[in-house]
């Protein structure tokens, strides 16, 4: 079972011998755990042949070159040198992948698509500003929107449950992006401005695309994908928060300074937010009515 490899071997090895198994028993278990690592870099080999087969067949090409090997270990899972071979070619693992234009580490921290979305951001804004004076400030706001905007909003969802000091590159670049709009120094403070543009904080966005995505999941009108992730919540008795419309929300266990990706999933950080929400909102009819709601709320 591919269960065994989320698994320190040695561990459940010891562990298992101080529980009273021993023997045959023992040394049938040290061989079937044994060099099982191997036998799952085969099978991963031997589906990315099939998978380059398959394009082949029907004219289409797998690049290579732009293919990479993410390896994800679990939190008491050793590091392990694996290479995955496709024909001739050899796929070494690397620390970050990028994705849909989402960077990802090893540790699901997002640290490093923070750190490629914000020089990219500044770069945008330093050419805003070079014609700034030729722009009026309703241009300038709809292209900082187009442009930076929309760019730090890209899959914010991901980022749901980092800590203040991982987003705040994100916010000093949209803090940026509104003295720009109204064309005013580098130290003037920002609060007033987002208010006027009607701009959410940086991590009030990440709250507003997740819950939205709560939205969808509780009402029936998302992604199979997404509404399997949560349960609604369904009181033993009859009770009046039977019509709260309320989630089953996992606990909520991480560490101080970097949760981890466990405890940051939608599954458990979604049902948690919705929760938190007031009931008028929760039981909004449309989902223009829960958004407009949501962002008086956040």
């Known amino acids: 079972s591919a ?25 049938l278990l040290t061989s079937y755990l044994k060099d099982r690592t191997y036998r799952v870099v085969a099978r991963i080999s031997a589906c990315l042949a099939d998978i380059s087969q398959w394009m082949s067949a029907h004219h289409l090409k797998l690049n290579l070159d732009k293919t990479e090997l993410l390896f994800l270990p679990g939190k008491d899972c050793p590091t392990l040198d694996l290479t995955i071979n496709i024909g001739t070619s050899v796929v070494s693992p690397t620390h970050t992948a990028r994705n849909l234009g989402v960077t990802l580490d090893n540790n699901l921290s997002f640290t490093a698509n923070i750190a490629a979305t914000t020089p990219c951001c500044r770069y945008t804004l330093y050419n805003i500003r070079k014609i700034r004076p030729q722009l009026t400030q309703k ?142 909102i929760r039981t909004a009819d449309s989902l223009h009515i829960f958004r407009r709601k949501l962002k008086t709320h956040l």
């Open 3 to 27: 269960a065994f490899d989320t698994v320190n071997h040695q561990i459940l090895l010891r562990t298992l011998q101080k529980l009273g198994v021993s023997g045959s028993a023992l040394s």
């Open 139 to 280: 241009a300038t706001q709809v292209l900082v929107q187009a442009l930076v905007i929309s760019r730090l909003d890209y899959c914010n969802s991901l980022l749901a449950g980092l800590p203040a000091c991982a987003i705040r590159p994100l916010q000093l670049i949209q803090n940026a992006a509104a003295r720009l709009v109204f064309n005013l120094p580098k130290f003037s403070h920002t609060t007033p401005l987002l208010r006027s543009l009607h701009w959410l904080p940086v991590t009030a966005r990440i709250h507003f695309k997740t819950l939205v995505l709560a939205y969808h999941a509780a009402n029936g009108s998302g992604p199979s994908y997404i509404q399997d992730m949560v349960k609604p919540y369904t009181p033993a008795r009859a009770l009046r928060s039977a019509s709260a419309k309320r989630l089953v929300a996992p606990s909520l266990r991480g560490g101080p300074k970097f949760p981890s990706a466990k405890t940051r999933g939608f599954a458990v950080l979604a049902p948690r937010w919705w929760n938190e929400l007031p009931i008028d």
